[in-house]
């Protein structure tokens, strides 16, 4: 079970953070995905970061302004998100998997299993 906190309303050229749990699961033994659905678009993938080796993959639009980083001790993954404009408006989800090889060509709604429930995040002035 994936746990989500975070997320609400920002105003444009701010910043948000949203922190993902993995209930039961050790952070290493996981790959992490970010994923963002806005009304009327299909779930996209926003970033990954694989458990055993840190590799990243970061969508085009928000490379240089998202980031994510993991506390161990905790068991929490972070997505750290800045310079948020109206297009980054959407329900953002956290998904897991212990099965993605390559983040780099996996880093996809259908290659993971797990859910969180969903926050919303919503850019407007």
């Known amino acids: 079970r994936l746990v989500e906190s975070g997320g609400g309303l920002v105003e444009p050229g701010g910043s948000v953070r949203l922190s993902c749990e993995p209930s039961?699961?050790?952070?290493?033994?996981?790959?992490i995905g970010w994923f963002r659905q806005a009304p009327g678009k299909e779930r996209e993938a926003v970033l990954c970061i694989r458990g055993s080796d840190g590799s990243t993959y970061f969508e085009d639009s928000v490379r240089g302004r998202f980031s994510t980083y993991r506390d161990n001790a905790a068991n929490t993954v972070y997505l750290r998100m800045s310079n948020l404009n109206t297009e980054d408006t959407a329900v953002y989800y956290c998904?897991?998997?212990?099965?993605?090889?390559?983040?780099?060509?996996?880093?996809?709604?259908?290659?993971?299993?797990?859910w969180g429930q969903g926050t919303q995040v919503t850019v407007s002035a």
């Open positions: 998904a897991a998997d212990f099965q993605i090889t390559s983040v780099q060509t996996m880093c996809t709604p259908g290659h993971f299993g797990s």
């Open positions: 039961g699961y050790r952070l290493n033994s996981l790959t």
